[in-house]
């Protein structure tokens, strides 16, 4: 691979999208502190406008932070929102004008160009659930009962005059934290406020529970076997094996041996799939002759394929569904039975190796205490490389 595609990479977009995430955050509380170390520009921004955008490029930075976890998964909306919010995290440093937010200006210019190049790769649809729709729904609309009604109300609360007012009184009382520097005063204002209480936490519970729930499931499929998945939206460049059999081990081993070589696995064997993810080795119980796991394991990225399992049949459906997602792949496949090397190969490998041919002539030659010399023969015979 390219060193230039080894940099500017998709892991590369989402590392930076990150740390100018986390960045944004740290420059933004140091200037809603006041902590700060002036720059050139110091006297041509005002204290007030600097430590107003200090409050907004920690929200910035907030939004970064789902940003980079949705380019992780290779959401689209995670291309456009950081694509928005990159420029504006640069427009922020600029208007922060400290030696601190300099980093921030040069960091969220650097990742423009690596985000726009890999636009492609980022092409999942994210369409939320009916369940996900009605929480965000009851969520907004408990806390604009909230903010609203508390500015109707006014009059009859202590320190409620503006809309700010009104939506911190809301989420204060929503989070049940209750400072008590904003209390109802009347009869009316009491019983609108438990009423808000009841909506806001009631909302911000089946908020918190559809955003666990997938998670807690995920854990407990894992722990009961059901179901073992990585995420391989990250990988690039890697190593796709497919299927598990004898061979799984020692091609893994010899993986591992590899510096800098990613590799995943894809196999219906749920047992030897617990086993990888337990290694912390990608791994995503499905068929891997099928379609939609191959995209999952972004085969269209992938620099090889590895097919090696005990079933050359199902072998042959998984090289086939393989290189029709991607023509230039190198595939490498192990045939169980000889007569199946041709087959393999008339599937789609690019070259096919019989394991038994091998084996039986590394065994004669030991048996005859032969050091090796016709070593390049027996591999010739053993392979089959798709010559024609």
């Not at 502190?33 to 406008?49: A, D, K, M, R, T």
């Not at 076997?225 to 939206?233: A, N, R, S, V």
Request: glycine share 8%; net charge negative.
């Amino acid at each position: 691979m390219e060193r230039t595609r080894e940099w500017v990479s998709v892991r590369a977009s989402v590392i930076l999208t990150f740390a100018v995430a986390l960045l944004s955050i740290v420059v933004g509380l140091l200037h809603i502190s006041g902590f700060s170390v002036q720059g050139p520009l110091s006297p041509y921004i005002p204290e007030l406008i600097r430590r107003t955008v200090g409050f907004t490029g920690t929200i910035t930075g907030f939004a970064m932070l789902g940003s980079g976890f949705a380019l992780r998964r290779g959401y689209r909306v995670g291309w456009r929102s950081a694509a928005v919010l990159l420029p504006l995290t640069a427009i922020q440093g600029l208007l922060q004008v400290s030696v601190f937010s300099l980093p921030l200006v040069v960091l969220s210019l650097v990742s423009v160009p690596a985000l726009v190049i890999n636009r492609g790769r980022f092409d999942r649809p994210f369409t939320p659930s009916p369940t996900q729709l009605a929480a965000a729904a009851a969520l907004a609309a408990a806390i604009s009962y909230g903010t609203l009604g508390s500015y109707a109300l006014r009059d009859e609360f202590g320190s409620v005059d503006t809309l700010v007012d009104a939506f911190y009184f809301t989420v204060v009382t929503a989070s049940t934290v209750g400072y008590g520097d904003v209390t109802p005063d009347t009869q009316i204002a009491k019983l609108f406020v438990l009423s808000a209480l009841v909506m806001n936490v009631a909302a911000f519970a089946v908020a918190l529970g559809v955003l666990l729930t997938p998670a807690i499931e995920a854990q407990l499929s894992k722990a009961l076997g059901k179901m073992t998945e990585k995420q391989f939206d990250l990988l690039d460049g890697h190593v796709l094996v497919l299927g598990t059999g004898d061979l799984t081990e020692p091609i893994l081993e010899e993986l591992a041996k590899r510096d800098g070589v990613e590799h995943a696995v894809v196999t219906t064997d749920e047992t030897a799939a617990r086993r990888l993810d337990e290694r912390s080795i990608p791994v995503l119980t499905a068929d891997p002759s099928d379609v939609e796991p191959l995209h999952r394991a972004h085969i269209e990225d992938a620099r090889a394929v590895v097919v090696a399992t005990d079933d050359d049949a199902r072998d042959a459906l998984a090289i086939l569904t393989a290189r029709q997602l991607n023509p230039d792949v190198r595939i490498v496949a192990a045939a169980t039975q000889r007569e199946n090397i041709d087959k393999l190969r008339r599937a789609g490998a690019d070259q096919v190796i019989s394991p038994a041919t091998l084996g039986g002539h590394i065994l004669i030659d030991c048996a005859f205490g032969e050091n090796g010399e016709s070593m390049a023969g027996l591999v010739d015979d053993a392979f089959d490389s798709g010559a024609e």
